[in-house]
Structures are given as structure tokens and as C-alpha cells.
């Protein structure tokens, strides 16, 4: 069974930076279009960013593009998400996901598996 593992949430200051890590196991990571959604209390599911297997195409949603960075390390299996100049309205449970296929699709029903999230939490 794949298993998708976050970590690096927390309670930061806006304006401060945080990095989330995703380890990935029982999945073929290198053939794995990998994504970060999150979600705040009373929403819905919001795509982030995704990535390409090989790392070569990404894409951001419109509200942090230009502040979140999506990168892979294909040879540890594991997904970053690189956040900075963080804001309140960031503040939500982060997820990390992954996909068959090479399409960096931007909808939470695309991927089929899902880590359990990381809580981030921005405060003024």
C-alpha cells in the first residue's frame, strides 16, 4: 500500500518561511506526478502546486504563486513544498499527493493517493 508521510507544519509569523517535506513509499516515485493541496476549516480543497516526475514542469495555484517553490528528489522519494513570505490566509492543513501518469494536474480527484496532512498555522 502506498504511503505518503508529511512533516514540517507548525505555528509560524507572517512574513517567516516553513519548508514541508513529503516521504513517499510503496510507490513508483520517479513515474509519479506528485502534487500539495490544502485545505482551511470550512473549505474546500485547494490545489498548490504540482510536479512533473522528472521534475521538469510544475504548477502553482494563483494564490501563491511567486511565494511557494514545489520541488522532488526522486532519489529519497521525497516531495518538498518551499513556502515563503507565509500570510494568514495560508493557514490550513496540507496535504501531499500523488498520481500515476505525467500530466501536473491541478485537481484533487486526479490523485489517487493522499498523505494523512501537515497542520500550518499563520498567525500576525
Known amino acids: 500500500q502506498v504511503q505518503l508521510v508529511e512533516s514540517g507544519g507548525g505555528p509560524v509569523k507572517a512574513g517567516d518561511s516553513l519548508r514541508l517535506s513529503c516521504s513517499a513509499s510503496r510507490l513508483t516515485f520517479s513515474k509519479s506526478t506528485l502534487g500539495w493541496f490544502r485545505q482551511a476549516p470550512g473549505k474546500e480543497r485547494q490545489f498548490v502546486a504540482s510536479?512533473?516526475?522528472?521534475?521538469?514542469?510544475?504548477r502553482y495555484g494563483e494564490s501563491v504563486e511567486g511565494r511557494f517553490t514545489i520541488s522532488r528528489d526522486n532519489a529519497i522519494n521525497t516531495l518538498y513544498l518551499q513556502m515563503n513570505t507565509l500570510k494568514r490566509e495560508d493557514t490550513a492543513v496540507y496535504y501531499c499527493?500523488?498520481?500515476?501518469?505525467?500530466?501536473?494536474?491541478?485537481?484533487?480527484?486526479?490523485?489517487?493517493?493522499w498523505g494523512q496532512g501537515t497542520q500550518v498555522t499563520v498567525s500576525s
Open positions: 510536479i512533473s516526475w522528472e521534475g521538469g514542469k510544475t
Open positions: 499527493a500523488a498520481r500515476q501518469g505525467s500530466d501536473v494536474r491541478t485537481s484533487w480527484s486526479e490523485y489517487q493517493w
